[in-house]
């Protein structure tokens, strides 16, 4: 506390007045983030005509579920949506097995010299900008015939998710005590068992956080479900709503219903993550 | 019989299990180093293979080789030129003023916000949500006849822009919406340093009265600077991909304005089919991103 009170003294303001700016500061902030969608959200209770209207209307008198009828009953969205999920969900079982065996292996084996280059290595993998790798993907999936498949999204989102999986995770076992497992194994476990029964459910709220990182990448993903999709039986969320968008013609009202709707299980799960949010951003690198 | 066989299937698992065990650092990395050997690995040789060729999508084994020919028109493709510049543009615009606001931001609020949880959950909100979105959010915002903010600037007597329809006012809208999306980003990092900061040192540095400014440049900047390297490297490796956001606002124009190199990319392979072009400028933006990455890891070095 008597560092706050000389710190404010040197900069002029007493610490109620920077308590007063930071708070005006933050209300600013989160008005700003949230203005955005909840402007979305809006317009997506606004009839065609109320859309285009000008000036636009801020407080909707005249609420309407068209949109998400029309979005969600008339058009695919709905399979869309289930895509998505599917998508999402093979890929997180996929990335997060082999991955968190990677992950404990490289926590805790010695690969003496080998060890920072494997680490790297996979690393780098995550570098390589997604445009780069698509078009080998692209010509690799047409020869397996499985162009416009989930299967092809799942196998190449696993390979986009598998280095933050393991950096994760590797950074989560590593906070583990190493004693835990000797303990095991002198009761007379395997390292393998050890690892099933005393490591992996120490390291399940990690593992909870890592694979909700990956249901996000899988479920926000755009370029690649672009090239490699074009009907609605492997379609994702993100490219039916930019199909609507044309350069001629805009789909305004189903792309917020639909729009909106890909945003709300997100939402959740941001609030899920926080605590382990910036380690995630970070691949494990910050532990925030 | 009955006896032996059962000895000799336990004696067989024993030995399996003998042999996992031995092997198991090997078998855990396993499968991770199959599936980024067939994933990465695989696709980068096959595209260094492709920029050598008059690729054939309809029959690739009847490709002519060519050889150096997709690099040589790399030197003389204006477009691509267009591409590189627009690139380094909106990368260099978009991080700096996220780094600007974000990091202003968390040493002005860094001793409020500690127990805010839930205020700094809908900070990060922006950044998780699927592009896509945020494209469209922007987009819909933008709209010069019926958009929020041309409202706004009419109400407060400013004149209404094209924004991302204009040609002068495309790329500064894709700037704008990557701010909004990924400054919380930056602010958070920031801010989980400052966290993890020790007290001590600065109390010290009040007993023998030095000035903020001084506190900041001796103390505050070398404890952020780790996580201030990541946090640019993380941020700039993305904006340097930049693609779903052009595709939904601009789709790359007016005139090429916003045309960044992915998606440059994505039309010379999708649209001209012109593949082996496609991945020679593919190979151009790998070797930038990876001179860029090694160098900024080895100075930082997070490696461990």
Redesign the interface.
């Known amino acids: 506390m008597a560092g706050t009170t000389t710190e404010s003294q040197e900069s002029g303001l007493k610490p109620q007045h920077q308590r007063w700016l930071a708070a005006i500061a933050l209300v600013f902030a989160v008005a700003y983030t949230l203005f955005p969608v909840l402007w979305l959200l809006n317009n997506s209770f606004k009839t065609r005509l109320d859309m285009f209207s000008s000036p636009p209307i801020y407080i909707n008198g005249n609420p309407t579920l068209f949109n998400y009828i029309q979005a969600f009953v008339e058009r695919p969205f709905l399979q869309y949506m289930l895509n998505s999920a599917i998508v999402a969900i093979c890929t997180t079982l996929l990335s997060l097995t082999a991955g968190t065996l990677a992950g404990y292996a490289l926590a805790r084996y010695d690969y003496g010299r080998a060890k920072k280059h494997i680490s790297m290595w996979i690393l780098s993998t995550r570098m390589m900008p997604p445009i780069v790798s698509i078009i080998p993907l692209y010509i690799m999936f047409s020869y397996f015939s499985l162009l416009d498949t989930k299967t092809a999204l799942v196998v190449a989102y696993s390979g986009f998710n598998l280095p933050f999986v393991v950096w994760m995770m590797k950074s989560y076992f590593a906070e583990i005590p190493r004693d835990l497992e000797e303990s095991a194994q002198v009761d007379g476990d395997t390292n393998l068992g050890a690892l099933f029964r005393v490591i992996l459910p120490l390291a399940a709220p990690g593992l909870a956080a890592t694979s909700i990182f990956c249901l996000i990448l899988s479920w926000n993903e755009f370029l690649l479900a672009l090239i490699v999709t074009n009907t609605d039986r492997a379609n994702t969320l993100p490219i039916g709503i930019a199909g609507r968008i044309t350069q001629y013609k805009v789909e305004w009202g189903e792309i917020s219903a639909s729009g909106f709707a890909a945003c709300v299980p997100i939402v959740l799960f941001a609030f899920v993550v926080q605590r382990h949010l910036v380690r995630g951003l970070s691949f494990g690198a910050v532990k925030g | 019989m009955a006896t032996s066989s059962v000895r000799d299937a336990a004696s067989t698992a024993l030995r399996l ?1 003998v042999w ?2 031995r092997n ?2 090997y078998l ?2 396993a ?3 199959i ?2 050997l ?7 040789v ?2 260094y293979i ?1 920029a050598f060729q008059k690729f054939d ?1 309809s029959n ?1 084994a009847a490709s002519q080789w060519i050889g150096f020919d997709n690099f040589a028109r790399l030197l003389s493709d204006d477009k691509f030129h267009n591409a590189l510049y627009r690139t380094f543009e909106f990368t260099f615009f978009a991080v700096s003023i996220e780094f600007a606001l974000g990091l202003g ?1 968390a040493l ?2 860094d ?3 500690r127990n ?2 839930f ?15 945020v494209a ?6 933008y709209a010069p ?4 903010i041309n ?1 706004i600037f ?1 109400r407060v007597g400013l004149h209404p822009l094209q924004w991302a329809s204009g040609y002068d006012t495309a790329m500064l809208s894709v700037i704008i919406a990557d701010v ?1 999306e990924w400054t ?2 930056v602010f ?2 920031c801010l ?2 400052l ?2 900061m020790p ?1 001590e040192p ?2 010290a540095a ?1 007993l023998d009265g030095a ?2 400014w001084q ?1 900041f440049r001796d103390l505050t900047w070398p404890f952020l600077r780790p ?1 201030v390297s ?2 640019l490297l ?1 941020r700039i ?1 993305d904006a ?2 930049l ?2 956001q052009v ?2 606002l601009t ?1 790359g124009g007016p005139a090429a304005a916003t045309e960044t ?2 998606y440059y ?2 039309k010379v ?2 649209r001209f089919f012109d ?1 082996g072009y ?2 020679a400028i ?2 151009f ?2 070797i930038v ?2 001179m860029f ?1 090694t160098w900024l ?1 080895k100075r930082m070095q ?3």
């Open positions: 299990e996992v065990e198991l650092r855990l990395l499968p991770t180093v599936i980024l067939g994933l990465t690995v695989f696709p980068t096959y595209m492709v999508p690739p931001f002005l609020v001793k409020h916000i805010l949880n205020i700094k959950t809908v900070l990060l909100i922006p950044m998780m949500l699927p592009p896509i979105c469209i959010v922007w987009k819909l915002m006849q019926f958009g929020v409202d009419k909004w919380p980003f958070l990092m989980a340093g966290a993890s007290t600065f109390e009040d000035s903020s506190k996580i990541i946090t993380l490796m340097f991909r693609f779903d595709y939904v789709l190199l992915s990319i994505y392979a999708f593949i496609a991945a593919s190979i933006m790998l991103t990876l990455s890891l997070i490696a461990d």
